[in-house]
Antibody, heavy 119, light 112 residues
Framework: QVQLQQSGAELAKPGSSVKISCKASGYTFTSYYISWIKQTTGQGLEYIGYINTGSGGTNYNEKFKGKATLTVDKSSSTAFMQLSSLTPDDSAVYYC????????????WGQGTLVTVSS | DVVMTQTPVSLSVSLGGQVSISCRSSQSLVHNNGNTYLSWYLQKPGQSPQLLIYKVSNRFSGISDRFSGSGSGTDFTLKISRVEPDDLGVYYCGQGTQYPYTFGAGTKLELK
């Protein structure tokens, strides 16, 4: 069955970076895009962007350009999201998600990674 | 960005009852390929969102036929019939037509 296993919670200091992983299993990794979504109590669900796992091509929500960097390691079927220059506003749960046959909806979600930014 | 407006914010229901959730978009969700990429998700407490409905009215694999989606253009509805305890949580609509994809603020379904 399709599974997306994310890395564990992160506690980071303002100004630092974190890198979250999302390991896929149960399907051909390079056949589906992986998207990343931010969830906070105040802002709800926000779409960060997606990566074409076959080509490595990316498309970011303008709001997250310069904040998030999406990469993949095809050899381990893992997608990554690096968040840089962290501020308290980056504190959130971050999800990776895979679409159905296309990327326009999210059929499978990781369990979420809590990122807390605090000094 | 496309703004997705869900109403109501919260909903109380008796077990076995029926509810409807409305989702309106600030722009048409008809893609230039003719498809309408409106989906519905349920987030149960402490869990990730799960897909219920995609492309307005298509139930995802394993989703009960008690869930039905309808609508077109900018106006969409999710109906849940014969509500069960496992249906409780927060429902979100989401659009995948115009980039960046966006979500509604959620509707919390609670027991009366």
């Amino acid at each position: 069955q399709v599974q997306l296993q994310q890395s564990g919670a992160e506690l980071a200091k303002p100004g630092s970076s974190v890198k979250i992983s999302c390991k896929a299993s149960g399907y051909t990794f390079t056949s589906y895009y992986i998207s990343w979504i931010k969830q906070t109590t105040g802002q709800g669900l926000e779409y960060i962007g997606y990566i074409n796992t076959g080509s490595g091509g990316t498309n970011y929500n303008e709001k997250f350009k310069g904040k998030a960097t999406l990469t993949v390691d095809k050899s381990s079927s893992t997608a990554f999201m690096q968040l840089s220059s962290l501020t308290p506003d980056d504190s959130a749960v971050y999800y990776c998600a895979r679409g159905g046959m296309v990327k326009h909806w999210f059929a499978y979600w990781g369990q979420g990674t809590l990122v807390t930014v605090s000094s | 960005d496309v703004v997705m407006t869900q109403t109501p914010v919260s909903l109380s229901v008796s077990l076995g009852g029926q509810v409807s959730i409305s989702c309106r978009s600030s722009q048409s969700l008809v893609h230039n390929n003719g498809n309408t990429y409106l989906s519905w998700y349920l987030q149960k407490p402490g869990q990730s969102p799960q897909l219920l409905i995609y492309k307005v009215s298509n139930r995802f694999s394993g989703i009960s036929d008690r869930f039905s989606g309808s609508g077109s253009g900018t106006d969409f509805t999710l109906k849940i019939s014969r509500v069960e305890p496992d249906d409780l949580g927060v429902y979100y609509c989401g659009q995948g037509t115009q980039y960046p994809y966006t979500f509604g603020a959620g509707t919390k379904l609670e027991l009366k």
